[in-house]
T-cell receptor, first 109, second 115 residues
């Protein structure tokens, strides 16, 4: 069955530190992959997406993600986190947009 | 420009009541999606429209859920005889093109609480 897993429910990082949020998927073929961010009181916003080609994808707000077929992963990274990055992050897979349960990011001053 | 809007933003219903949730997509967007997001979970797909045609309703949890988009613009999600398990945030999204992988723009959601 197709599924997407975000292993970390909650992550806390210090402002200025690097960030990596994990996403693993189970899918029949190379899927469409997405990362969304949800800030309190706001709608989900697309950070980046991968369909094919270069496995390192650049997104908005300084985020990037790398597709690794051998690990069935699509982890989200940012080299230096800002306080405004505190939010809920969702990985989604497939053209029917199966979302993971999300990872809540807290940023310490 | 204006984004996706949803109304009401909050709705409290007594068990057994019918509710109607409205979505105003971005003008000109062909595709419209509804999702249900339970507390602490990611959004789950409910249904998808391309213009006025409902092409996929496989995610609707029961026949108490009904969605329409009669003129290919505004959409309404109706829940009949609400149950406590229907309590969730209902998200609407729209996209420019018909491809389901096109970038979706989400509204702020309607938080439904069923007492």
């Amino acid at each position: 069955a197709q599924s997407v897993t975000q292993p970390d429910i909650h992550i806390t990082v210090s402002e200025g530190a690097s960030l990596e949020l994990r996403c693993n998927y189970s899918y029949g073929a190379t899927p469409y992959l997405f990362w969304y961010v949800q800030s309190p009181g706001q709608g989900l916003q697309l950070l980046l997406k991968y369909f094919s080609g270069d496995t390192l994808v650049q997104g908005i707000k300084g985020f990037e993600a790398e597709f690794k077929r051998s690990q069935s992963s699509f982890n989200l990274r940012k080299p230096s986190v800002h306080w405004s990055d505190a939010a809920e992050y969702f990985c989604a897979v497939g053209d029917d947009m199966r979302f993971g349960a999300g990872t809540r990011l807290t940023v310490k001053p | 420009g204006a984004g996706v809007s949803q109304s009401p933003r909050y709705k409290v219903a007594k068990r057994g009541q019918d509710v109607a949730l409205r979505c105003d997509p971005i003008s000109g967007h062909v595709s419209l999606f509804w999702y249900q997001q339970a507390l602490g979970q990611g959004p789950e797909f409910l249904t998808y429209f391309q213009n006025e045609a409902q092409l996929d309703k496989s995610g609707l949890p029961s026949d108490r859920f009904f969605a329409e988009r009669p003129e290919g613009s505004v959409s309404t999600l109706k829940i009949q005889r609400t149950q406590q398990e229907d309590s969730a945030v209902y998200l609407c999204a729209s996209s420019v093109r018909q491809e389901r992988t096109d970038t979706q723009y989400f509204g702020p959601g309607t938080r439904l609480t069923v007492l």
